[in-house]
């Protein structure tokens, strides 16, 4: 009842920090590299939500885009490090 | 309570739609735009899903795509409205540029969201929920089953090709 409470009106945050999560130990649990960053991607995603509905001021969109493209870039660079050399053009 | 559950979860039924309407729409799942979303894709594969899934995976991973536009525009209207989703925009196409991505899905999918997503608050639907329903939807291609959602993709992206 207590959580429930806590949570009223703030679903989509709990949805997101809930998300953000499952996708956390997804992370944790997986064994490869490579298909571990779909589930960055995922946390990411929850992050730059979070960010947005916990920060209501303009600049919190430039922040939770900022955040994102980031952490795109990071997996992107950590993705194409592993195809180095294997499947370069 | 239940109205808001039942509120998230049509955000996230029309934003799935959406992204991956746009997504299809812009031959993502056709081949990996960089070497890392090819590799994605090719780790994919190798578990048992299939290749064309696996490379919009890949390219989701590794790019800004019209899922990021839907939810950083879905962040940009609940902030500032429509030139908060417009702002978005941009910025996703800055990060296009960035992440080397040739591509226009993300820009193009961050003005549509935020065009359906201030008609959908018309009909009742906040965009906060869209940003809940957008987290939801990606969960549902990257965060549940890489075999099942790469056979998915591959699916539709059949019925597009």
């Not at chain 1, 998300?19 to 589930?39: D, H, M, N, Q």
């Not at chain 2, 993502?28 to 995976?57: C, N, Q, T």
């Not at chain 2, 417009?86 to 992440?99: M, Y």
Request: aromatic share 6%.
């Amino acid at each position: 009842m207590g959580v429930a409470c806590l949570i009223e009106g703030q679903l989509p945050l709990a949805v997101c920090a809930g998300v953000g999560l499952v996708a956390a130990i997804r992370v944790v649990l997986e064994r490869s590299t490579l298909l571990k960053l779909p589930y960055l991607n995922v946390l990411g995603f929850a992050i730059a939500g979070s960010i947005a509905l916990l920060i209501p001021h303009p600049l919190a969109i430039l922040a939770a885009c900022a955040y994102f493209v980031g952490s795109t870039l990071e997996s992107n660079a950590i993705a194409s490090t592993f195809a180095g050399g294997r499947d370069r053009e | 309570m239940l109205i808001e559950i039942a509120r998230i979860i049509t955000a996230a039924a029309i934003s799935w739609a959406l992204f991956v309407a746009v997504d299809l729409v812009f031959r993502l799942p056709e081949r990996g735009g960089v070497s890392g979303a090819r590799a994605i894709a090719a780790a994919v594969a190798e578990k048992g899903g299939s290749l064309h899934g696996g490379s919009m995976m890949g390219n989701i991973v590794c790019s800004p795509d019209a899922s990021a536009g839907t939810l950083l525009a879905a962040c940009g209207v609940a902030i500032a409205g429509i030139p908060g989703g417009l702002a978005a925009a941009a910025l996703v196409f800055i990060g296009n540029r960035i992440c080397h991505d040739p591509g226009y899905a993300g820009t193009c999918g961050a003005v549509l969201a935020t065009g359906v997503i201030t008609a959908a608050s018309y009909a009742g639907l906040a965009p906060e929920d869209f940003i809940a329903g957008m987290v939801l939807a990606i969960l549902s291609i990257q965060g549940l089953s890489h075999i099942h959602a790469s056979r998915l993709l591959e699916k539709l992206w059949g019925w597009r090709a």
